[in-house]
């Protein structure tokens, strides 16, 4: 069982001045890692990716969507999450690739619910379910799978082995296709295996873990 973690105030700290920067000023929740709090970045209708500005904390448009890639549920981050080393690590294991190293990100979340979410910019409380151990290149790229909080449908499914598996591949469709361009040869990304609940709370832990490192290092550079 995934140990239960603690909240650090210095991501807290950074986040008061003046709004509170998602990734940092944002806390993950007292009962983290069964629940969370997310920022979403995206939702199903967007035409455009939109991703966080990690300097200034605003959206930004990373990119027009160039080609019909629907998202199929809500997409974001874990505030106060990194994947660093810890992260790596984890996955460089499980796919028994040595070079394989965390991405510098905050660790993604894609969050299922039934409900039409008209816009990102805005904080969803979500229970994880599990995730795909996905490889980018040589970097970690996990996206764990939760489902919106007290959801009409979704929030009945603890784990996502209970999930139709037609939303499974749905989902899994979507990320291994979406950073593809027609005549590439090759892909780029591959989802190594799909985990249950347990691993997923494992890896929150160790992505807050690789955060608190990763945030003391920035504060006395």
């Not at 990373?62 to 810890?86: E, N």
């Not at 394989?100 to 805005?122: F, M, N, Q, S, Y």
Request: aromatic share 8%.
């Amino acid at each position: 069982m995934a140990k239960k973690i603690s909240i650090d105030p210095i991501g807290k700290l950074l986040g008061l001045r003046h709004k509170s920067h998602p990734w940092h000023g944002i806390e993950i929740g007292e009962n983290a890692p069964e629940e969370l709090t997310c920022f979403i970045e995206m939702v199903p209708t967007d035409t455009v990716k939109y991703e966080i500005d990690k300097v200034t904390g605003y959206l930004t448009i990373d990119r027009p969507q160039k080609f019909s890639s629907i998202l199929p549920a809500l997409y974001g981050f874990i505030p106060q999450t990194y994947c660093g080393k810890r992260v790596g690590k984890m996955s460089a294991e499980a796919v028994n690739k040595p070079d394989v190293v965390g991405d510098g990100d905050p660790l993604d979340v894609c969050i299922l619910t039934e409900k039409d979410v008209a816009h990102g910019d805005v904080l969803a409380r979500a229970i994880p379910i599990g995730g795909f151990k996905m490889i980018d290149g040589n970097h970690a790229d996990d996206k764990i799978i939760a489902v919106l909080k007290n959801d009409a449908m979704y929030s009945n499914f603890k784990d996502i082995s209970e999930l139709p598996e037609s939303v499974v591949n749905r989902l899994k469709h979507y990320f291994l296709t979406y950073k593809e361009m027609p005549g590439e040869v090759g892909k780029r990304c591959e989802i190594a295996h799909i985990y249950g609940r347990e691993k997923a709370h494992e890896l929150i832990s160790l992505a807050v873990d690789d955060y608190k490192e990763h945030i003391e290092k920035l504060m006395f550079e």
